[in-house]
């Protein structure tokens, strides 16, 4: 499991990012936020970013302490806080820049899917952000993918 994103449905509204801050650290602290809301507000362009739970995870491949593990019960890559050494090779590794690092704690931290029950997907009001199984989006992204090819063939058509 882990969080499906829709760019098309983000108004970068950013309540993604204060609920989850306030559920990770008791403040509004968007800065802290486990997942990141990209913008390019000229454009209207705004896609949210989060841990996307590799099935090959760069992040704990490389950490020297195995501090990353995987929580068999809600799927997530979490990262034990006690053993982190602050090396900052998790943060350097992965490849969409969804691990970050708490220089006053001196860890790294990152999505943890809020114990299989993510913030950030209640709070949403657009619905840009859900929480279900990968099979059942991968259907759903081929019809929508399908979709969008039956409009541009009638468009073409015409």
Not at 20 to 28: D, I, L, R, T
Not at 121 to 131: E, Q
Not at 132 to 153: C, P
Request: aromatic share 6%; net charge positive.
């Amino acid at each position: 499991m882990r969080i499906q994103l829709n760019p098309e449905k983000c108004t970068g509204c950013q309540i993604c990012e204060e609920f989850c801050s306030f559920k990770h650290e008791g403040a509004v602290w968007p800065a802290r936020s486990r997942i990141s809301v990209l913008k390019w507000e000229q454009e209207g362009i705004f896609i949210p970013f989060v841990c996307q739970q590799c099935e090959r995870p760069a992040c704990a491949e490389v950490c020297p302490v195995g501090s990353i593990t995987r929580n068999e019960k809600t799927g997530a890559l979490e990262i034990d806080g006690a053993r982190c050494l602050g090396c900052k090779m998790c943060v350097t590794a992965c490849p969409f820049g969804a691990v970050s690092f708490d220089p006053d704690r001196g860890r790294a931290y990152k999505c943890d899917l809020c114990g299989g029950d993510p913030e950030c997907v209640k709070m949403c009001p657009t619905g840009a952000l859900t929480f279900d199984r990968e099979e059942k989006n991968a259907l759903a992204r081929k019809r929508q993918g399908a979709e969008k090819l039956a409009k541009y063939i009638e468009a073409i058509g015409r």
